[in-house]
């Protein structure tokens, strides 16, 4: 039985992505070189100090691990700049109305992101009452496809991995959900989200009820 959902952040419900990706050119950019939008695919549910590994190896660039860290925190310091910005209009299409109906039924609702900065994201849509935990990277120490971001929600929510569902628009997050023992919902195309259990173009028009008979016939 279902008791609880647990939400990723950033594709799922807000965009923020976008911001992520803009803060990471320009310092990719200061840096003297640049990545492509396919890249930055790789980057969604991995760490900062991952991502940033990554995105020096795709311009052949070698740091210290202090310079390393002055530039995480450079490019996360531009990202905030955009999300002070931020408001309902970036909610996605579909996630507050599944949200809302989630509350009104009476499931546990959860966030769980690599994101440092979730509070903040929440906050600026209007949405941060709507979780009962918020699980992010503030928190964590193991970044997906590892499943413990999902594990302490469901632990926070007092539920088990097998009574909840995960909503991800990322492979790393769907793999993760699955290794822990989730039911998945990934948030996209199938064609890099086929492992989840059920896969959604847009939260838009959708609610639980037919989350969990799609679920239950796949």
Not at 3 to 22: E, N, P, Q, R, S
Not at 141 to 158: I, Y
Not at 200 to 212: N, R, T
Request: with cysteine; glycine share 8%; proline share 2%.
């Amino acid at each position: 039985m279902i008791k609880a959902c647990l939400f990723d952040l950033d594709g799922v419900i807000v965009d923020t992505a976008k911001y992520h990706y803009k803060a990471w050119k320009k310092m990719a950019n200061s840096l003297g070189f640049d990545f492509s939008e396919k890249e930055n695919e790789q980057l969604k549910g991995v760490s900062r100090m991952d991502s940033i590994n990554l995105i020096l190896g795709w311009g052949g660039i070698t740091l210290s691990e202090a310079d390393k860290a002055k530039w995480a925190s450079q490019k996360n310091d531009w990202y905030l700049e955009y999300l002070q910005k931020m408001d309902k209009s970036e909610i996605l299409p579909g996630a507050l109305e599944l949200v809302q109906e989630l509350k009104e039924k009476g499931y546990r609702v959860a966030l769980g992101s690599s994101s440092k900065n979730a509070v903040l994201a929440l906050s600026k849509v209007g949405m941060l009452h709507y979780f009962e935990a918020i699980i992010d990277g503030t928190k964590t120490t193991r970044s997906k496809p590892d499943p413990q971001v999902f594990e302490m929600g469901a632990a926070a929510l007092d539920c088990k991995p097998s009574e909840c569902i995960v909503f991800e628009d990322a492979e790393s997050g769907v793999e993760a959900a699955i290794a822990g023992g989730f039911y998945a919902v990934g948030m996209g195309s199938p064609d890099n989200l086929g492992k989840a259990h059920l896969v959604l173009s847009s939260l838009e028009g959708v609610s639980i009820d037919d989350i969990l008979v799609k679920i239950t016939i796949s």
